[in-house]
């Protein structure tokens, strides 16, 4: 007999079927016992009437909280059962594997007149035994609205002729400044592992692949230890040609987001709303944009709030953070293109005007920096002295070679899925991530 899952139910009621899952919940009664069955799309109540079924008691007695059973049986419509209005009256339950005790609390129990509160176990020990902690109703939901969204991200690029491409991780030399990587032996020499794939997509523009995206790893050796700070990450990347601006990649990133937030709210927004007490917001488009300069006026003008004349040439964390109550206010929008930001502060590739400033921005999501976007340097000459002003000539000796043989002009960005994630749903990196990695934490 094939399996059904759990929210396919209620299109076979009152025949024979069978399930599989997890025991969320067990009442081991004299007379009755009563099991919430949990899979991937749901929970449904199974109802065991001993007296009719005495060949069940053995496998009952051995069930514990978190088991994985198989059941065969009938489901019944019930108005008496709130979950879903259905309960199954099983015939046979299989004990695929007992579960020991739990060595965590995955969610807390608000206090009784009876009972105390039990408190939610601390993140570091839910990370400890992530596999368990990430059975949960609230935590599985994190990882369909990050299916969701990584899905409506290159589904709105496939329809745009882009390519998806995938590009080496272990690599000769640092792909941002030479900082914060991972260094790692490679045979009899070093290689290094990718802080991006910057390098490799704009070799894809010299290659006249013109349209091209990435999903895939990405390492930052960084000694950070805040709430939206990883060593590892999923980036997503993408780079385009024949651009005239880096507007042109502004408008490209304000479509993606609007069209992929569109797609998680129609699919899983109430869920959203119910599980994290966040509405999912589809962004209008053109999103806000303002240079530096004027950010750092306007956030003075309105909070008080200064920066030394030394730190006016990029965002610090705090001006990100005043920005979303800023642009809010403003705009009544959650996103802010910023621009015009110090050359010394921005990477080498960026593309510069007449006044040396960098043709890039940074966009910020709720508070948050998620993606720092521009249109790159293809010119050999200008590309080669940007290089040798920040001491990378010789280290990048490779990439620029891309550029001595033809290359269009071309932009694009990078966002972080964890990040987003992250960020749709108020968590702290650690729990938007299937596994977290820092620098104290390198298993499970």
């Not at 990050?146 to 000769?172: M, S, Y």
């Not at 980036?235 to 490209?252: A, H, N, P």
């Not at 610090?316 to 293109?337: I, N, P, Q």
């Not at 749709?424 to 390198?442: D, Q, T, V, W, Y």
Request: glycine content about 6%; overall charge negative.
């Amino acid at each position: 007999m094939e399996r059904l899952y759990i929210n396919q139910i209620k299109d076979h009621l009152d025949t024979e079927i069978k399930l599989q899952g997890f025991v969320e919940n067990f009442r081991n009664g004299k007379a009755m016992a009563f099991i919430v069955l949990k899979d991937i799309t749901g929970k449904v109540q199974i109802t065991i009437e001993k007296e009719k079924h005495p060949e069940l008691e053995d496998v009952l007695a051995q069930t514990t909280p978190d088991s994985v059973i198989t059941v065969y049986g009938t489901a019944v419509a019930s108005e008496y059962v709130k979950m879903g209005g259905m309960e199954v009256f099983p015939t046979q339950i299989v004990l695929e594997s007992a579960a020991d005790a739990l060595p965590i609390i995955r969610e807390g129990i608000p206090a009784t007149k009876k009972k105390a509160a039990v408190e939610r176990s601390a993140i570091d020990s839910r990370l400890d035994y992530r596999w368990i902690d990430l059975r949960t109703e609230r935590n599985q939901l994190i990882f369909k609205a990050q299916t969701v969204l990584a899905k409506a991200l290159r589904d709105f690029l496939l329809e745009r002729n882009f390519l998806e491409i995938h590009t080496p991780k272990l690599i000769g030399a640092a792909s941002e400044s030479g900082s914060d990587v991972f260094a790692v032996k490679y045979f009899d020499t070093t290689a290094y592992l990718a802080q991006s794939p910057q390098f490799y997509k704009q070799m894809a523009m010299a290659s006249g692949f013109e349209r091209i995206f990435e999903v895939g790893p990405v390492f930052r050796a960084e000694k950070s230890y805040t709430s939206k700070h990883t060593t590892e990450f999923t980036g997503f990347d993408l780079e385009f040609s024949y651009i005239t601006s880096f507007r042109d990649v502004m408008k490209m990133e304000e479509e993606l987001l609007a069209y992929a937030l569109g797609k998680v709210k129609e699919e899983l927004g109430d869920q959203i709303q119910e599980l994290f007490g966040l509405e999912v917001i589809v962004p209008t488009t053109p999103f806000p944009v303002v240079t530096l300069k004027e950010l750092y006026a306007a956030l003075e003008a309105e909070f008080g709030y200064t920066v030394d004349e030394s730190e006016k040439g990029d965002l610090t964390t705090e001006a990100e953070r005043l920005s979303y109550d800023w642009v809010k206010k403003t705009y009544g929008h959650e996103f802010l293109f910023v621009t015009d930001f110090g050359a010394e502060k921005r990477a080498f590739y960026h593309m510069r005007d007449e006044n040396g400033v960098p043709q890039g921005y940074d966009l910020i999501w709720r508070g948050v920096e998620i993606t720092t976007g521009a249109q790159r340097e293809h010119r050999y000459e200008v590309l080669k002295q940007q290089a040798e002003e920040k001491g990378l000539a010789e280290d990048v000796k490779f990439y620029l070679e891309f550029f001595r043989y033809g290359c269009p002009p071309h932009g694009g960005f990078g966002l972080g899925i964890d990040r987003l994630t992250m960020l749709l749903c108020g968590l702290h990196i650690n729990e938007a991530m299937f596994l977290f990695r820092s620098p104290k934490r390198l298993t499970p």
